[in-house]
């Protein structure tokens, strides 16, 4: 059964600096990788994906990630964080198309002026 | 847009009675699923439907059973509510996206059922 680990559950940067949220996967077979961002009182809205097709992805909002095989990570980065960028992100895997996501427990990340 | 409605969106209910949750899509999704998230544990799998009364366990599923008659419409109930289902319930589809390279596919989520059980 494959399942995510994200490291920390609360990650705090500050105003331009770089954001690193770490998300490592376990999987018998190549996963599909998603995160996802929460901002309070709302629903998840996707970040990016890999599905298989570039390893380097990018996202919405100046957030990328790669996935390393051979780490079995899927890190998500942005080079200058914004106060906006202030929320809960959760990585997820599924083991092919159309089968259960398995979430992380989530990060959140805060943003200091 | 999936095209996903939750509801109802807020719900307080008390322990021991029966609630159900609705979840609506209008795009002839295949498959559906139900989630809940808590705090420190992110979202959890309670049940999952890959078609018209195709329907499986997810990883905390006691306490719930849910029912798909129709393709649109995905049911959560909780038969007999406990204060441990105080959560927010937040149902999904997923879909195969046509694609340039290889496999591609979209999970979205609805808004979210937030359930108060007293």
């Known amino acids: 059964a494959q399942s995510v680990t994200q490291l920390g559950s609360h990650v705090s940067v500050s105003e331009g600096a770089l954001v690193l949220l770490r998300c490592n996967y376990s999987s018998s077979v190549p996963p599909y990788l998603f995160w996802y961002v929460q901002y309070p009182n709302q629903g998840l809205q996707l970040l990016l994906k890999y599905t298989s097709a570039a390893t380097l992805v990018k996202g919405i909002n100046g957030f990328e990630a790669e996935f390393k095989k051979s780490e079995t990570s899927f890190h998500l980065t942005k080079p200058s964080a914004h106060m906006s960028d202030a929320a809960e992100y959760f990585c997820a895997v599924a083991l092919s198309g159309n089968t259960p996501l398995v979430f992380g427990k989530g990060t959140r990340l805060s943003v200091i002026a | 847009d999936a095209g996903i409605t939750q509801s109802p969106r807020h719900k307080v209910t008390e322990t021991g009675t029966p609630v159900t949750l609705r979840c609506h899509q209008t795009e002839n999704h295949r498959y559906m699923y139900w989630y809940r998230q808590d705090p420190g544990h992110g979202l959890r799998l309670i049940h999952y439907s890959y078609g018209v009364k195709d329907t499986d366990k997810g990883e905390v599923s006691d306490g719930y059973s849910v029912s798909r008659s129709k393709t649109e419409d995905f049911l959560l109930t909780l038969e007999s509510a406990t204060s441990s289902q105080t959560s927010v319930y937040f149902c999904?589809?997923?879909?195969?996206?046509?694609?340039?390279?290889?496999?591609?596919?979209?999970?979205?989520f609805g808004s979210g059922t937030r359930l108060t059980v007293v």
């Open positions: 999904a589809i997923s879909e195969s996206l046509p694609g340039q390279g290889g496999a591609d596919y979209g999970y979205t």
